[in-house]
């Protein structure tokens, strides 16, 4: 919600507006889960996949909903917000994983250990298309966009977050898991995304790159102050 506030300030299109917004709210997974099993173990993981089943999937709907609305569809009709969503294979997957979680389900082996082998690849490949949309060739606007997401998602939402799970009565893994679900830099996806729906893709990879970069610093800074 801040973001759109700023976007008049920022003077941000509706493209770069997109990106502004997925910096802002997406989750690396992976970077939150090695942080939540160094301070906590196996119990601070369980907490934190627990907050990621149920930030994930709203993260991705926040996000395919900006992007449906203020991407760059260039000539082509802009689809409506319920097919964007049933089509978004994102979507369709948090909303696959949760289904076989509540039904108890376990896939065949041949099944999973398929999926496996393709997630492995599917994953090196966004993160080499992000990293090859990366340029130090940064226009004066980019570099406050990039610094305003940052530190939105970085600082201003962790520390916010901290506070308000502090006054709700959380502590140890859990309040720990909150702040680096929301302290973590956005995903790789993010730049996936934003090239399937017109979103600002040079602006995304650089977001990417820099909170990538830049919560070498803040992440224990924040995981420091839950521990306190």
């Known amino acids: 919600m801040l973001i759109i506030v700023l976007r008049r300030p920022l003077r941000a299109n509706g493209p770069q507006l997109t990106s502004l917004v997925q910096g802002g709210i ?13 301070a906590y173990g196996p119990q601070g993981v369980a907490t934190f996949a ?11 709907v926040i996000s395919v909903g900006v992007l449906s609305k203020h991407g760059n569809r260039g000539d ?21 994983g949760l289904a076989l979680n509540l039904l108890h389900l376990k896939l065949p082996a041949f099944l999973a250990t398929t999926l496996e082998m393709l997630a492995a690849p599917a994953l090196v490949c966004g993160t ?11 226009r004066r606007r980019d570099v406050l966009d990039i610094l305003s997401a940052s530190a939105l998602k970085l600082i201003a939402l962790p520390l916010a977050a901290v506070a308000i799970a502090t006054a709700l009565g959380a502590s140890g893994a859990t309040l720990t898991s909150i702040a680096i679900i929301c302290a973590a830099p ?8 934003a090239t399937r729906m ?5 602006l995304m990879a650089s977001i990417t790159g820099a909170q990538t970069l830049l919560s070498i ?6 995981v420091g102050v839950t521990m306190r």
Request: hydrophobic share 55%.
């Open 128 to 138: 080499l298309a992000a990293g090859a949309a990366i340029t130090f060739r940064l």
């Open 186 to 193: 956005t995903a790789r996806s993010a730049y996936v995304l």
């Open 76 to 96: 082509r009709d802009r689809p409506k917000l319920w097919r964007e969503l049933l089509d978004n294979p994102l979507i369709q997957s948090c909303a696959a």
């Open 50 to 60: 627990l907050a990621a089943a149920v930030m994930v999937p709203l993260v991705n």
């Open 26 to 38: 997406r989750i690396n997974i992976y970077i939150g889960l090695v942080f939540a099993s160094a």
């Open 217 to 222: 610093a803040t992440l224990p800074f924040i």
């Open 198 to 202: 017109g979103g600002d893709t040079h």
